[in-house]
């Protein structure tokens, strides 16, 4: 069974710094993105005892481009912009 979390659309009110970020670099204001994770075993790194990162998906619905950034990544790829609830 396929278990996904989905984010609430956010839709770009305002770019506060340009980006080079794959899928970010391409946003504008007023378009809408989501964000998503399958919910599945994280794993276990083979040279360590750490955890595998776990991936978030971002997709523009406006173009469909999606983009993959760990835990750690999404937020910095996300703080240059500012977000507003954009439905559902």
């Known amino acids: 069974m396929d278990i996904i979390l989905k984010s609430k659309i ?3 009110k305002a770019v506060k710094k340009k ?3 794959a899928m970010f670099e391409n946003l504008e204001v007023g378009d809408k993105i989501r964000l998503s994770i399958p919910v599945s075993h994280a794993g276990t790194l083979h040279s360590s005892s ?3 990162a776990s991936y978030i998906t971002a997709e523009n619905l406006e173009t469909g481009e999606t983009t993959r950034a760990s835990f750690n990544q999404m937020p910095r790829r996300l703080d240059v912009f500012e977000f507003e609830k954009g439905g559902e």
């Open 10 to 12: 956010l839709k770009v």
């Open 19 to 21: 980006t080079q970020a």
């Open 50 to 52: 750490g955890t595998r």
